[in-house]
């Protein structure tokens, strides 16, 4: 059997998943540069990074677009696939929330960009699962919190740019429909009859981004982390993060798939969930965890990213399904 040629027809949306790992672990070393005073540059150098990837992801996704307008169609209407796409306005948002301090004007452009965006996409994700017969609790995976994850990014950057009213709007919208997936995600992924796809195992670790993201966003917005609501979603970030930790020898072993990046921004989220907290306690035990989910994740994300652009560069990951 001939091997399938790589494609740009193939060229895949969840691609911009690695923008946001990079680019919330630019976020994750800003703030470590404040905690502990490691240099600035580090930060703004993840940050540089993240916007290349974002520049050369979009511009073949843009040729995709052009090229094979079908293609990028179904992206948009596969029962599973769709999901992702949201990752292409989170991806603006993070980058609009790191380049905040740097280049304030553009970043309010990208911004709003980003929220208005990210809320469309949200309403057709989510009215999709309503209205069509074939998405069924079959096609539900982890998944499913992307479109809604990315409704908590938007605050992140408020009140240096953006609108506070939007924010708390997308902020509101996000843990609403996180408290609603939780338990129908929770079924699928240990008692459901049909488990979810070998290849998607690794979304599992999205569970972590939405606890981690409102509690970050929520410091954005109220102006403390060093609270009860603050406390709980730590609680649940750091408790979640151990779960997946646990897990790591057995995901490990499975076999390469581009959904591999679902490690990188849920983590990058906890290691800036962390950090946040103890620059508010000061406590040596915030900061001991705060250290050791910033470890983790540079070395994961690092990991995961290079082994995504060696399969690229070998042409692994334009083969379709």
């Not at 193939?10 to 630019?26: E, H, Y």
């Not at 916007?51 to 293609?71: D, N």
């Not at 076999?255 to 040596?284: C, D, N, Q």
Request: charged share 10%.
């Amino acid at each position: 059997m001939n091997e399938i040629s790589p494609s740009l027809r193939f060229f895949p949306v969840p691609l911009f998943a690695s923008v946001m790992g990079v680019g919330g672990l630019a976020l994750a070393l800003r703030r470590a540069a404040a905690l502990w005073g490691l240099p600035i540059w580090l930060s703004h150098t993840v940050l540089s990074i993240a916007i290349f990837l974002f520049l050369i992801i979009t511009a073949g996704y843009i040729a995709k677009l052009i090229r094979y307008p079908g293609a990028a169609r179904a992206d948009l209407t596969h029962p599973i696939k769709m999901a992702f796409v949201p990752t292409i306005t989170i991806s603006i948002l993070i980058l609009a929330s790191g380049l905040a301090p740097l280049a304030p004007g553009f970043a309010n452009v990208l911004w709003w960009i980003g929220a208005l965006g990210h809320l469309a996409l949200t309403a057709y994700v989510v009215s999709s699962w309503y209205i069509r017969p074939d998405i069924t609790r079959d096609t539900i995976t982890p998944a499913w919190l992307i479109p809604i994850v990315g409704n908590v990014v938007t605050p992140l950057a408020v009140p240096r740019i953006g609108n506070l009213e939007l924010a708390w709007l997308s902020f509101g919208v996000g843990a609403t429909f996180w408290l609603a997936l939780w338990p129908m995600l929770l079924n699928r992924t240990l008692v459901h009859d049909n488990p979810i796809p070998a290849k998607l195992t690794p979304t599992v670790a999205i569970f972590i981004a939405p606890p981690s993201i409102i509690g970050v966003s929520w410091q954005s917005l109220t102006g403390s982390l060093n609270n009860p609501v603050g406390y709980i979603l730590y609680g649940i970030g750091v408790f979640l993060g151990i779960l997946l930790l646990l897990q790591g020898p057995r995901l490990y072993r499975r076999p390469f798939a581009l959904p591999i990046l679902a490690y990188t921004f849920p983590l990058a989220a906890l290691a800036t969930l962390t950090i946040s907290m103890a620059t508010e306690t000061g406590s040596v035990f915030h900061q001991t965890v705060a250290l050791l989910t910033l470890t983790l994740s540079v070395i994961v994300i690092c990991g995961v990213v290079g082994r995504v652009t060696y399969a690229a560069w070998r042409k692994k990951i334009f083969l379709g399904d």
